[in-house]
């Protein structure tokens, strides 16, 4: 497995691929905590066009692609505060604009071809150069050095924007400073996992670190892991198995993710029968669960009231149940 390291370029694709595994989960933790995991592909796409302009200009792509990147991270943030349009269609103009100029723009350069356009869409981690590991390394350090600077501020507007408003941090400003961060790892991430896929590491670890964390502080730590693993771990793979490092980077994480979900819904599944065995509570078939021959609310039922947020729960041997409506009636989440 070692012989690997004995080729120049795996030496550099797995720096690129160490740097990539920790640093995009790291900023897509507080993408996914926004609901907004497909950011990195809008952003993604307007790279491309950036590539596009580098490869027609003879600049360096890398560089254009950054400075395209960030310009339309910016914009996003201020056209979704503006609040004229929403998050979500400011991310499908994105998505539109910037894959549309990219491949019009690649066409017309002198190197314009399907190999130059499928290297940046889906990565081609083995062509990465030392002066793209130096620029992927200064990516990283401000990525890293943002986050430990300003990550309580992150993820106070992240999980709730109105709070973090009224307690008075400068929420747009914050805001801009994840957008651009999100833009940094986009163009950091183009070439190990291509812009197409992106976001799949970005969101793909933070998905499994959340079915295993108790604490934000958890998530991130399970979520760098993961992705730094899958990132390693698939460049080897890739180099063994003659596959895009892309595609098998993401498919051991997606992989990773769905082996987990197994085991945390057995897991909790054994938990919560051992739970009511131990109490003594109601057995629970499919998604309703018998209250003896009532519902909650039904006259006849005199378990106590509890107001909660826009509904109402009801206190059943010392714990509350919320309604919800299932296919086989109403079924209680228990609190």
């Known amino acids: 497995m070692l012989a690997v390291l004995d080729y120049d370029f795996m030496r550099r694709a797995l720096l690129a691929a160490l740097m990539v595994g920790t640093v995009a989960p790291l900023v897509g933790v507080f993408v996914v905590q926004r609901r907004l995991s497909l950011i990195g592909d809008g952003i993604g796409h307007v790279a491309l066009a950036g590539v596009a302009v580098g490869l027609i200009t003879g600049s360096s792509p890398t560089w254009v692609a950054l400075v395209a990147a960030v310009l339309a991270a910016v914009a996003l943030e201020l056209v979704r505060a503006s609040g004229r349009t ?14 549309a100029a990219g491949v019009v723009l690649v066409s017309l350069s002198p190197d314009g071809s399907a190999a130059n356009l499928v290297a940046y869409l889906f990565g081609s981690i083995t062509t990465t150069t030392s002066a793209d590991l130096a620029l992927f390394a200064g990516l990283a350090v401000l990525v890293v050095v943002s986050v430990a600077l300003l990550g309580r501020a992150l993820y106070a507007v992240s999980d709730d924007e109105e709070f973090a408003r009224a307690s008075g941090l400068p929420v747009l400003a914050v805001n801009l400073v994840l957008a651009v961060l999100v833009a940094a790892t986009v163009v950091l991430s183009m070439r190990v996992v291509g812009l197409l896929l992106i976001s799949a590491l970005m969101v793909v670890p933070v998905a499994l670190a959340q079915l295993v964390a108790r604490s934000f502080a958890q998530t991130v730590v399970v979520a760098c892991a993961t992705g730094l693993v899958a990132s390693l771990l698939g460049t080897t793979l890739s180099f ?22 197994l085991a945390t819904l057995g897991t909790g599944r054994a938990r919560a029968l051992r739970h009511r065995r131990r109490h003594g509570l109601p ?53």
Do not use: N
């Open 283 to 335: 057995e629970q078939h499919g998604d309703h669960v018998h209250h003896g021959e009532h519902v909650h609310g039904e006259d006849g039922c005199e378990h106590p009231v509890v107001a909660h947020h826009d509904h109402v729960d009801y206190v059943h041997d010392g714990h509350r149940h919320s309604p919800r409506l299932t296919r086989h009636g109403v079924g209680y989440d228990e609190h």
């Open 240 to 261: 063994y198995a003659d596959t895009p490092s892309g595609g098998t980077i993401v498919l051991l994480a997606v992989g990773a993710f769905a082996v987990t979900a």
């Open 86 to 99: 929403s998050g979500d269609l400011a991310l499908a103009m994105l998505f539109y604009a910037g894959i």
